[in-house]
């Protein structure tokens, strides 16, 4: 299995949610913005940046929405750098 399969399949899973907050718990409070975003957490984001659409979320950061259907499917996992992205442009 390569790198990319194993990473697609971890965000796949039912239990990724868990193993995102153990790794938090385990890195720290600060490293917790390295941590890929879970689905729901996404879907909270949007809500927070007043997104109400994935096209509007989508040009926001400039991806495709498609992209973001993939992310709020799970089919895909956030990337990090997205993931940081996103819990700053929350946080401001």
């Not at 995102?20 to 390295?34: F, H």
């Not at 879970?38 to 979320?57: I, K, V, Y």
């Amino acid at each position: 299995m390569s790198a990319a399969q194993n990473s697609r399949e971890i965000f796949t899973r039912p239990d990724c949610s868990a193993q995102i907050a153990a790794s938090a718990k385990l890195t720290g409070e600060r490293d917790a913005m390295l941590v890929s975003m879970h689905p729901e957490e996404l879907r909270e984001t949007m809500e927070a940046l007043g997104c109400t659409t994935q096209s509007a979320l989508a040009a926001a950061i400039g991806v495709d929405r498609s992209t973001i259907s993939l992310w709020l499917d799970g089919r895909v996992g956030v990337p990090r750098p997205v993931s940081k992205l996103l819990r700053l442009m929350r946080a401001l």
